[in-house]
């Protein structure tokens, strides 16, 4: 192919930006394959971060996507909303790549979450505690940041921590 | 499974909100299938209708998304942003199930397109006449409505339409 690489080198900025896209997500959009056709499909997912700061969510097992991350744990995020004004795609947002690893109810790692998740987002007390209910890690293989028009990174693990 | 299921009939109210949630969208989180791992990857694009009300957008031939779709049409397609305050996920979203159909660039088609999505995305000019710039339709094979908590729908094409 003779088309230009839009990619930049990664730098501590990159850096920066991608770890902020993380910790001030409060929800993100997650892609799964659906079972049987394989299609891609995406949704809305609460989000947070365990205490090593990694990717955390809290799903239903009656959600489409649970199925789904049952059947096949690799699945996309994305986060970094844009504000209500300008032009959306002009804000940074992170495409990551990961894998989902299903915390057990009955766990003490589920008991810590739950303290950890309760204090980020309180409504959740409404139905934390339904038995239909897990915390999924979504722990990065790597992923893809964009910080507007022509400013495309390509990241590993170790530039997300 | 004894699972009760989530799912409600589809009423005149469904329809309406799904509907109003592709036509005020100004962007979406696409889902694609990553060519070689065939893992689920997200990213954001800009999102406008054609002259028959069909879900479009105008993606580059550099971006990663473009590169997937060229290979696996198959596109997931997520709407409905939650707004600053409150619970985002109270909020509605549609998560439709679509195919990718580009359009060429030297065809009528196009030059229609290129007009409307003028109209919408005004800021666009800055980019929309780059060779790698290609509108791409995203035709509804389904969709998964879940207009808050404990209220989803499933739809069909006609629903969405």
Redesign the interface.
């Known amino acids: 192919m003779d088309?230009?690489s839009?990619i930049r080198p990664t730098d501590h900025e990159a850096r920066a930006l991608a770890r902020s896209l993380i910790t001030t997500a409060?929800?993100a959009?997650?892609?799964?394959?659906?079972p049987g056709?394989?299609?891609?499909?995406?949704?809305?997912?609460?989000l947070g971060l365990d205490a090593a700061g990694l990717p955390l969510t809290l799903i239903s097992?009656?959600?489409?996507h649970t199925k789904a991350l049952q059947a096949s744990p690799?699945?996309?995020?994305?986060v970094?909303?844009?504000?209500?004004k300008g032009?959306?795609?002009t804000h940074p947002?992170l495409?990551l790549?990961t894998l989902a690893e299903f915390v057990d109810r009955t766990s003490p790692d589920h008991a810590a979450l739950r303290t950890l998740w309760l204090a980020s987002h309180p409504?959740s007390k409404l139905?934390i505690d339904f038995a239909?209910f897990s915390f999924v890690r979504l722990r990065p293989l790597g992923a893809?940041l964009?910080g507007g028009?022509g400013r495309a990174f390509v990241l590993a693990p170790e530039d997300l921590a």
Do not use: C, H, M, Q
């Open positions: 088309e230009p839009p409060r929800f959009a997650l892609a799964v394959l659906t056709s394989g299609a891609p499909a995406v949704t809305r997912i609460a097992s009656l959600s489409a690799r699945a996309g995020l994305l970094g909303e844009p504000g209500p032009d959306p795609l947002r495409s790549d409504k139905y239909d893809a964009n028009f």
